[in-house]
């Protein structure tokens, strides 16, 4: 989401990602009054230098992105990386500081190494229009197909492919640059430390130039869907995600007020033939949720009858409505605008826990009995499996985890983020007591200390942060908020 930030105020430094025409304004051109947000639409953060990394030119590029560290080393000012921006705490973005947007949509297939190199700025529809073609598809990615692939590694993102870790799991390789403008390759037998730092590392340690990432065949996927009551959900959606068929595979819950957590259903995706043996190309928004439409989704907001009507359209229309094949690719290329939230008034602000599947009985309760009383709307919980991440520093699942991914809608006002803020520390308690954690590119509601209950070794990865960057050049809000104070170096 970038705002007030028109083409003539912004510098485009020579992009590092494709061949391609260079455009570079000079510095003056982008105004101290430039003004960023992110996708929570409460961020608004005036930055003195906005720059958008378009395709061009590698070494100009990297000789521009130096440039540009130098100068807000200089000047004192913190530098921090976005690309979609729909991270919702401002983990993209620094007051006052240098910002880069990246844009250029560079993917490069290698099939003798099985991997594609992905540069900072390529979505992942990019990355799809790429390898779809090929009859190839990306190992894990997130819900939505508009996110950054740097991105997506800078928070360690997970999806519904299964059997899968965090997608940092499918990355062989990267190239960093660092604060004094060396650039490093990382990989796991060359720069480890960096390497397990920025999987997951929120910018903290560099800008991620490109990555190299594992790729699996494209394939036709059928859904079957199972109805079941939620408080067996940590049992049996383990065991379908276990089941060697099924690719991919996702939970969702009942939201509406008489049956709030009460009742879930499992959609789990196997092979099949495709017609004619062939795959066609990848839709955008078609498979899983094509019956799910804007319009049964949004009449959620602020009314019962609404939750009620969708949870019925998904578990008893909605399968036999959508219950043909469709390729691996399609499910992954949905846009998270199709669903967004269109009014200036309200915002969807979304929070995510993982939590082992033993404990989830626990959750649900903690569920029912935090969040209704709260009076926040939740219109959507999607549940996914995900395998162990013993790798990033900061891993959210460190062991087998059960993720929910929870969209509330939200007022755009002071009083409704101070009531989410609440309800929010109140959850996050009640997960780690149940031996849960939760996840960080969103709202930064939680308290400094619940991070560092919630990932012990974030003492470690700040050290390390200050190791390779002293004079912490690269900082953003979520630094600001969680990190900085409370570890603070003393002298
Ligand atoms: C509707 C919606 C659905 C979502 N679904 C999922 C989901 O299914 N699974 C999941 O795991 N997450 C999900 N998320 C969270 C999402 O994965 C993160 O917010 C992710 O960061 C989004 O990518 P982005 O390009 O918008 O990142 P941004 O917000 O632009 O950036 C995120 C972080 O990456 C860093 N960064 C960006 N580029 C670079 C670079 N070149 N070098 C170093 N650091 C960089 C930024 O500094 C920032 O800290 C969802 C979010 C939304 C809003």
Not at 264 to 276: F, N
């Amino acid at each position: 989401m970038v705002r007030s930030s028109s083409p003539t105020r912004r510098e485009l430094v020579t992009g590092s990602l494709a061949a391609g025409a260079v455009a570079a304004l000079p510095s003056a051109a982008c105004a101290a009054d430039t003004v960023l947000d992110d996708a929570s639409n409460l961020n608004a953060t005036p930055v003195a230098r906005h720059i958008v990394v378009k395709a061009g030119d590698e070494a100009r590029t990297i000789e521009n992105l130096r440039r540009e560290l130098k100068d807000a080393a200089a000047s004192n000012r913190p530098v921090a990386m976005g690309a979609a921006r729909h991270s919702m705490g401002g983990q993209s973005l620094a007051r006052q500081g240098t910002v880069f947007t990246f844009e250029a949509p560079r993917c490069e297939v290698d099939r003798a190494a099985n991997l594609y190199r992905a540069g900072a700025g390529a979505r992942w529809h990019d990355v799809i229009k790429v390898l779809d073609p090929l009859g190839l598809s990306p190992k894990v990615l997130q819900a939505n197909n508009d996110f950054g692939v740097a991105s997506t590694f800078s928070v360690n993102a997970h999806g519904w492919p299964v059997p899968y870790g965090p997608f940092g799991s499918t990355v062989r390789a990267f190239r960093l640059m660092l604060a004094d403008g060396t650039i490093v390759r990382c990989a796991r037998d060359e720069n480890r430390e960096l390497f397990r730092h920025v999987m997951g590392g929120y910018g903290l340690f560099g800008i991620i130039l490109d990555l190299d990432v594992e790729m699996v065949p494209n394939t036709m996927l059928q859904p079957t869907s199972e109805p079941l009551p939620a408080n067996t959900f940590g049992v049996r959606f383990p065991a379908v995600c276990a089941d060697p068929s099924v690719k991919m595979a996702y939970g969702r819950l009942d939201v509406s007020r008489g049956e709030f957590f009460e009742s879930a259903m499992i959609t789990a995706y196997r092979p099949v033939a495709a017609s004619g043996g062939k795959l066609p190309p990848a839709g955008s928004g078609g498979g899983v949720m094509s019956y799910l439409s804007r319009e049964i989704y949004r009449a959620e907001v602020g009314s019962d009858w609404g939750k009620q009507f969708r949870w019925f359209m998904e578990t008893t229309v909605g399968p036999y409505m959508d219950s043909g094949p469709v390729t691996r690719n399609s499910l992954l290329n949905w846009p998270a605008s199709r669903l967004a939230e269109s009014s200036s008034k309200r915002t969807d602000i979304l929070h995510e826990y993982f939590v082992p599947p033993a404990s989830f009985p626990a959750f649900l309760k903690a569920c029912q009995e935090v969040i209704p009383k709260s009076g926040i709307d939740l219109l959507n919980v999607t549940l996914r499996f995900i395998e162990p991440d013993a790798e990033s520093i900061l891993a959210y699942a460190p062991t087998r985890r059960i993720s929910a991914v929870m969209s509330f809608s939200q007022a755009r006002t002071a009083e409704a983020d101070t009531g989410m803020e609440r309800m929010t520390r109140e959850l996050i308690e009640r997960i780690i007591a149940i031996g849960g954690s939760f996840y960080l590119p969103y709202r930064l509601h939680a308290r400094p200390e619940q991070v560092t209950r919630t990932y012990p070794a974030v003492a470690d990865f700040v050290a390390c942060k200050r190791r390779y960057d002293p004079r912490l050049l690269f900082r953003n809000t979520l630094w600001d908020k969680w990190l900085a104070e409370p570890f603070k170096e003393k002298n």
